[in-house]
């Protein structure tokens, strides 16, 4: 089944000052953030992608840009990649988030969290996990798929896939301009690389040579 690369946005002015963008139209690449997404590009340049499908949002969209230019691909649009809904949080300051009694189930169980008029975690996990299961069926198994996503929606993806409690999920990092490795396969996945930044070298797996091993 297809390698996957789940690659998170680059920074923004909402993550340089701490708010919680969400899914505000509008949120573009700050300066960091476009050098990240070119970083990516080169970083990725060689690798014979399938396949690069991103978020709508702005930010997601101008990260998969450059990658896009380099191996000559369209950026397919998938809302499946969403960033969570966060309903009436988006666009607060993290320092007064924080402060809220909610901020403690937010980061210790969040399975019990739902935003104000937004999503909750559980929701956003099915939704990935539904998304990739789609793409997965839609690409032949030695394929290589970028998805430019979020860091909540990867992280918990890895955590579904890894048979991590959805309230461990918070336990993982996904920074900006990263990507993580997810292999997928008939009997499982396997976690390659984790929160990977720009410079490193591809961990591309071994295809079988189809001999058989003498005992």
């Known amino acids: ?49 399938t396949a690069l499908y991103s978020s709508p949002l702005e930010r997601a969209r101008e990260t998969a840009a450059p990658l896009a230019e380099k191996r000559g691909l369209a950026v397919e649009i998938r809302a499946g990649l969403m960033e969570t809904g966060v309903g009436d949080w988006a666009g607060q300051e993290l320092k007064a988030l924080r402060k809220r009694p909610e901020w403690k189930t937010v980061q210790e169980a969040p399975s019990r969290f739902r935003f104000p008029n937004g999503e909750s975690f559980a929701e956003c996990q099915f939704r990935l996990v539904n998304e990739v299961e789609s793409l997965t069926r839609a690409h032949p198994p030695e394929g290589i798929v970028a998805l430019v996503s979020h860091a909540d929606p990867i992280k918990l993806l890895v955590a579904y896939h890894l048979g991590m409690p959805l309230d461990h999920f918070q336990r993982l990092s996904c920074e900006t301009g990263s990507v993580t490795v997810l292999q997928l396969g008939e009997h499982g996945a396997h976690l390659l690389r984790l929160n990977l930044r720009p410079p490193f070298l591809f961990p591309v797996p071994e295809k079988p040579s189809g001999k058989r091993r003498k005992s």
């Open 1 to 49: 089944m297809p390698l996957f690369l789940l690659i998170r946005h680059g920074e923004n002015d909402f993550v340089k000052t701490g708010r919680m963008a969400g899914r505000l139209p509008e949120v573009h690449l700050n300066e960091r953030g476009r050098q990240q997404a070119v970083d990516l590009a080169e970083a990725l340049g060689q690798v014979p992608l």
